[in-house]
């Protein structure tokens, strides 16, 4: 099977390309991935603020949180509105769940020891937390007197960031095909403009002196600085010495005609002379 330049060409630049595209692909994987688990922190810690200050204007009004009633509302409320949430909790010191998003699990205890180490660490900020492969946010509750009383967890689901991954993903490998198409596309009318075309004429005029070796006349007319610029101008600097110091075939044959009526005229000559022509060595005989 013959496979053109052309064809060769674009082999090879769709390889590397589609090689290019993989790598870029793979390195920047992990950036998007803990830019969205950044993103989903950020919106963890900021709603578990949010519930933790709503519960301070609630003690403002003389409720303590073991008196409160009904904020698993306000907890499931803030699943519901905002995607990727698994959960929202309130817990006291020892991890015992004093309201949830899900009611079934009121008064249990935190099995994870370090959802529960971070839950009774003294801090006065809410924060991002890291539990094996479970991710959220932690907001300190305190009482009137400034004791600390709990905290507001937020729990990020397992699957949203491998979710929101797998649909920028697909937006990638979208991207990515239309870009390799466009930059093989261009490839090619930039191989054709700048290559081929410029070979094909010279193969041609190449092609056309084999079947004429006697037209010496024919010029490349290319004049590009490269590679192939050069090898037309040498081309045709080659014919024009050939041209110069060849004797054409046209050229032969007038010669040829030329001496043919020559000899002709000179033979009509010496028959209708009226004399004797002899021929005499050096010796005179």
Known sequence: ?????RAK???????????????????TNRIITQALLGAYQSRSVAIAQ??????????????????LTGFEKQCRSTVEAYEGIEFAMVVDREGTILFHSDPAHHGERIGDAALLEAVGAP?????????????????????????????????????AIP??????????????????????????VALSRFVTRPLGVLIRSVEHLREDASDLSRRVPLQSAD?????????????QELQDTTV????????????????AKYR??????NAVILRMDMEGR
Do not use: C, H, K, W
């Open 50 to 67: 949010s519930l933790s200050l709503q519960l301070d204007r609630i003690q403002a009004l003389g409720v303590e949180v073991r008196d």
């Open 123 to 159: 801090t006065g900020r809410a924060r991002a937390f890291a539990s094996g492969a479970r991710y959220g946010a932690i907001a300190p509750v305190r009482g009137v007197d400034g004791r600390p009383l709990g905290a507001v967890v937020v729990g990020i689901a397992p699957g």
């Open 163 to 188: 979710a929101a991954m797998e649909e920028i993903r697909q937006g990638r490998l979208l991207a990515g095909a239309l870009a390799i198409s466009v930059g093989v596309l261009l490839m090619l």
């Open 1 to 5: 099977m013959r496979i053109g330049l």
């Open 9 to 27: 060409a674009l082999i090879i630049a769709a390889g590397i390309s589609f090689l290019g595209a993989v790598l870029v692909f793979l390195a």
């Open 227 to 239: 590679e192939i610029g050069s090898l037309a101008r040498a081309f045709n600097g080659l014919l």
């Open 268 to 273: 009509e000559l010496v028959s209708n002379a």
């Open 248 to 263: 054409s075939r046209a050229s032969l044959a007038a010669a040829y005609d030329m001496l043919q009526r020559s000899e």
